[in-house]
Structures are given as structure tokens and as C-alpha cells.
């Protein structure tokens, strides 16, 4: 048996408030257990989006009465909330920018709304970009010219993780995830993936791409699973929405390149905990840690999951390394493929009384 610390995934589409067909904050926190992930930070693309202290009560309010782990709630920026979201900084995850098409309104298309955001987000509170390509290396200068430091959601190219590779060796503190489709699926598992089975935004990315990934590891921050569940109705609709599910596949995934050597264990717990918690300004979750089962030879089964949405774009893949439980502070919360913790149970951990309820 192996024990590492409860996962942190700081980026998860929660799909509450608007959108509970595909998922809610109960089932959302339950396939986060299943997948050992302890403390989860939701996005702000909601309907109504996160973008101000109203949304922001809509979202806390659900979490609260349905969260099954810990959270927090990313604040969106739109275009015209620069002065007043500022004041929420202490109460969320970090501000989200959106600098590019992909799922839900928040797209930032001017410029100076991106220099309006920078110049009120406190400079201590965490700005996650969607930018991609040419659009990471606008809004690296942007970050740089008003010396704030900058964090990139799904680097998923090797010219955006080069770029970030040479920003962090000119000094500039900038961040990135990977996340495991961008890891281990590419243009090759396309054909797997009909209709709008495949859309994602990054878009899945050319082998050469992954390997880029992987040979610049030591540039990787933190692993997210960008969690974007969509029904597979709305998959193969007529307008697919981009996004995959990924809570419960992505710990399996990484224990299966454990085992078979691409990772060690402290490459997986450093960019699933250590640095997303620094990054992001996390507390400790006091007596909270994930047992695995190594050895435990396995496929992946989106019918095993929570999930709401139902599907998986690694259906069919050979795991190994199985989660057989998970404790979140001092609470037996899965099982043996079971979650244990009640819908409620989970905490705000921006909350002044995180530790203290
Ligand atoms: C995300 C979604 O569905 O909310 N989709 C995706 O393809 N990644 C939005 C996003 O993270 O860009
Ligand atoms: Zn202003
Ligand atoms: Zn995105
Ligand atoms: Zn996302």
C-alpha cells in the first residue's frame, strides 16, 4: 500500500449553477473522491457565470449545501467587473481569465479589458489564464508590464510549454498545468473519438506535442484535469461542446505511468499537492491522505464512475494502480469504490472558518 496526500485539482467545471444535467456539485465532489481528490477549485464559466459577490453567493451556496470535499470558487473576469471583483479576491480561488473561444461566455476579447484586470487584481491573489499559442505570449507581456505573477491553465503545445520554459528561465513567475488528456491522448486517439467525442479546448494536440510535454516535465507545476463534463447527447449534437471529464481517470493514469516508469511518486504528489498549494495560497488539510494499491491491475469504465456525464474518453485504457481509500479530515470518505461523505460535508477553504466548524 502506498499513502500520498489528498489530490488538489485546481481546475474543475463544477457545472452548478445552470447546467446540473451534466453534473452538480454532489456528483461533481463524489467522482472527485472516487479519483482521491481531496479539494477541488471550480470554475467560474457557469450559468449565471461567477463575476460578482452575487454569482459568486449563487455558487458558494450550492457548494455548501451539496460539496462532498473541499473547494474553492474561481472568480470570472468579464469585461466590465475589473474594479468591482477586485474586493472578492480573499473570498475565491484566484480570478479566470478566458482569452480564447472555448465553452461559456467569458471570452475576453479587448485588450485593455486584460490590462484592466491586471492593473485591479491584487497583486498577492492568483491569475489563471485560458491562452493559447499566440495569445500565452500577449498576455505573458501583459503579466510581465504589470509584475504580476501568472498562472496557464492546459499547456498543451511544445511552442507554449518552450515559451513558458523560456519566461520562467528569464525570472518571470509564471505557472502551468498539464492535463492527463493532453498527457496521454494526441491527434492519433481521434478516430476513437467521434463526432464530438474529441472536442476539447486545447484542442487534443499532435504526437510531437506530447512528447514535448513529457520531455519538459521539469516545467510542469501542477497536473489538472480541466474536469469539463458534457452529455453525450451534447457530444454528438449538432454544436459539441468542448470538454472532457477526467476526476476519476487522472490519478489512475499517472500510477500507470509509475508503474511503468515515466513518473516517480514524488514527480506525481509535488504537481497534485505541493505545488498547486503553494501556487494557490491552500491550507493543509489536517489528517487527510489518499491509500493506493499499486499493484491492482485494472481498465477504465466510465459505468464505474459519478460522474453525471456518463462517458470517458479513456474508455477501455489498462490501468495500474488502484485508490482503495481516501480520508479527508479524519473522515473515512471512500471506499473500496464507494463514497463515503455525505453531500454537505465539504468546506469553502477561503472560508475565515475552514478549520473551525
Ligand atoms: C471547458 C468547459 O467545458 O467548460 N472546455 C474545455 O474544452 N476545456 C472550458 C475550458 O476549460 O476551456
Ligand atoms: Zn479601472
Ligand atoms: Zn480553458
Ligand atoms: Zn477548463
Known amino acids: 500500500m502506498i499513502q500520498i496526500p489528498g489530490i488538489i485539482d485546481p481546475h474543475v467545471h463544477v457545472r452548478e449553477p445552470g447546467a446540473t444535467h451534466k453534473e452538480d456539485w454532489d ?32 455558487a458558494l451556496d450550492s457548494a455548501s449545501a451539496r460539496a462532498r470535499c473541499d473547494y474553492a470558487q474561481f472568480l470570472g473576469a468579464g469585461a466590465d467587473n475589473a474594479a468591482s471583483a477586485a474586493p472578492l479576491a480573499g473570498r475565491v480561488a484566484g480570478l479566470k481569465m478566458y482569452l480564447d473561444q472555448t465553452y461559456g461566455p467569458l471570452r475576453l476579447d ?10 485591479h487584481w491584487p497583486e498577492t491573489a492568483p491569475i489563471a489564464v485560458h491562452a493559447e499559442g499566440r495569445t500565452l505570449a500577449a498576455v505573458i507581456l501583459v503579466a510581465m508590464l504589470h509584475d504580476h505573477p501568472l498562472h496557464v491553465c492546459h499547456v498543451a503545445t511544445q511552442e507554449e510549454i518552450l515559451l513558458i520554459r523560456a519566461a520562467k528561465e ?3 513567475p509564471i505557472t502551468c498545468e498539464v492535463t492527463p488528456h493532453h498527457l496521454f491522448l494526441s491527434t492519433e486517439d481521434l478516430p476513437r473519438l467521434p463526432g464530438g467525442r474529441g472536442e476539447v479546448r486545447p484542442r487534443l494536440a499532435r504526437p510531437q506535442d506530447v512528447q514535448a510535454l513529457w520531455d519538459n516535465l521539469d516545467v510542469i507545476d501542477c497536473f489538472a484535469t480541466d474536469h469539463a463534463p458534457h452529455t453525450l447527447a451534447e457530444k454528438y449534437g449538432p454544436n459539441p461542446p468542448p470538454g472532457f471529464p ?4 487522472a490519478l489512475p493514469l499517472y ?20 505545488n498547486p498549494r503553494r501556487i494557490f495560497g491552500l491550507p493543509e488539510q489536517p489528517q487527510t491522505w489518499v491509500e493506493i494499491d499499486p ?10 464512475g459519478y460522474t453525471r456525464c456518463a462517458w470517458t474518453p479513456f474508455e477501455g485504457f489498462p490501468v495500474q494502480g488502484k485508490i482503495t481509500r481516501v480520508v479527508l479530515r479524519g473522515q473515512e470518505v471512500f471506499k473500496n469504490g464507494q463514497v463515503l461523505a455525505q453531500p454537505g460535508t465539504g468546506r469553502d477553504i ?8
Open 255 to 274: 500510477l500507470t505511468a509509475l508503474a511503468g516508469g515515466r513518473l516517480t511518486l514524488d514527480d506525481i504528489i509535488t504537481r497534485c499537492y505541493t
Open 246 to 249: 477526467g476526476l476519476e481517470t
Open 295 to 304: 499493484a491492482a491491475r485494472g481498465e477504465i469504465r466510465a459505468a464505474d
Open 110 to 119: 479587448e485588450l485593455h479589458t486584460w490590462m484592466e484586470h491586471f492593473t
Open 170 to 172: 528569464k525570472g518571470f
Open 350 to 357: 477561503r472560508s475565515r472558518s475552514y478549520l473551525s466548524q
Open 27 to 58: 456528483s461533481a465532489t463524489a467522482a472527485a473522491l472516487a479519483g482521491g481528490v481531496t479539494m477541488l477549485l471550480a470554475m467560474p464559466n457557469t450559468r449565471p457565470p461567477v463575476t460578482d459577490a452575487d454569482t459568486l453567493q449563487l
